[in-house]
Each structure stands twice: as structure tokens, then as C-alpha cells.
């Protein structure tokens, strides 16, 4: 499986953002998907994450209420609508794809950058 994320940009705070991570390949129905960020100076931080149905998700406290994500399985794709946005969320955003009921992401795909200005 490899990703793509997109739809990173600069927004003000309280704005809101879409971000997009193309799968290639067959089996990224047979994946679940999470959302990663990484903010400068700061380690790799879990943000989301989607079962290969999409009927469960779960989310970090830090974003809870305020993202959702998301999966089309027909277009190959994750989303993760983030909303009422706070500088603190500035980080570069990844996508990740790993098998159910496993704990480790094996497929990681090149961020996109998010920046919330105050």
C-alpha cells in the first residue's frame, strides 16, 4: 500500500481543514487507517485511526470532538475533517495503513503540512 496526504494549507484559528490520503494498490480496504501529526521539536503523536468498515474509529483526546475521520473504500481514500482548529495543531499530518487487529503501522506515506495561525 502506498499513500499520499494532501490538503494541508495555512488556516486561522477556529478555521477548519480537509485532509485526503490516496491509497494505491488492492488491499487498502483490508487496511485500517490512522492519522498521525508531528509537530517541530516534538515526537510523532497518533491523531486517529478507522477500521477497515469504517464503523469504528477512535481518537486522540486532544482532538476528540473537534476531527472526524473518515474512509471511501471505493475511491481508495482516507479523510480527516478537522475542525475548530487551534495553533497547538500545527504539525505535519501522516497517514498510515495496517492490518486489523494488529497494533503496528507498516505503510506510512509523506505528510502534509498544517499550519493554524493565531
Known amino acids: 500500500v502506498q499513500l499520499q496526504a494532501s490538503g494541508g494549507g495555512l488556516v486561522q484559528a477556529g478555521g477548519s481543514l480537509r485532509l485526503s490520503c490516496a491509497a494505491s494498490g488492492r488491499t487498502f480496504s483490508r487496511h485500517d487507517m490512522g492519522w498521525f501529526r508531528q509537530a517541530p521539536g516534538k515526537e510523532r503523536e497518533f491523531v486517529a485511526t478507522?477500521?477497515?468498515?469504517?464503523?469504528?474509529?477512535y481518537y486522540s483526546d486532544s482532538v476528540k470532538g473537534r476531527f472526524t475521520i473518515s474512509r471511501d473504500n471505493a475511491k481508495n481514500t482516507v479523510y480527516l475533517q478537522m475542525n475548530s482548529l487551534n495553533p497547538e495543531d500545527t504539525a505535519v499530518y501522516s497517514c498510515a495503513a495496517k492490518p486489523p487487529y494488529t497494533t503496528g503501522y507498516n505503510y506510512w506515506g509523506r505528510g502534509t503540512q498544517v499550519t493554524v495561525s493565531s
Open positions: 478507522i477500521s477497515v468498515s469504517g464503523s469504528s474509529t
